[in-house]
């Protein structure tokens, strides 16, 4: 059985640690929906690795990661989606 999860994408960087960084640096392409327990291919632009990604409950930035993916000097990552179905999750890239 097929489950999917929504995918918001946040894109958070911190400016004052890396001022030299274009005003289009970073960008995020996710897949428009995940299925759990099956592979999403998370990819990225970044002109200033590495980058960190997290899962966060959707739209609540502030909120403490429901999973850490790690430290990343590439521009992908093969993701295994693991958190339940029907629960909005935002990825978040930061630099």
């Known amino acids: ?3 999917s999860l929504t995918a918001v994408l946040v894109i958070a960087s911190v400016a004052l640690a890396r001022p030299t960084r ?3 640096d ?3 392409n996710t897949p428009a929906s995940l299925v759990q327990c099956k592979p999403a291919l998370l990819t ?12 966060l409950s959707a739209g609540d ?3 403490p990661p429901l999973k850490y993916l790690g ?11 693991d958190q ?7 990825i ?3 630099m």
């Not at 990225?44 to 899962?55: F, H």
């Not at 521009?75 to 989606?81: D, E, K």
């Open 26 to 28: 970073p960008v995020m």
């Open 71 to 81: 430290t990343h000097d590439g521009n992908s990552y093969i993701w295994t989606v």
């Open 44 to 55: 990225w632009k970044a002109n200033s690795p590495p980058v960190n990604l997290t899962i």
């Open 22 to 24: 274009s005003v289009n």
């Open 61 to 63: 930035v502030g909120a």
């Open 92 to 94: 978040a890239l930061k």
């Open 1 to 3: 059985m097929r489950f």
């Open 84 to 90: 339940p179905s029907g629960k909005s999750i935002t």
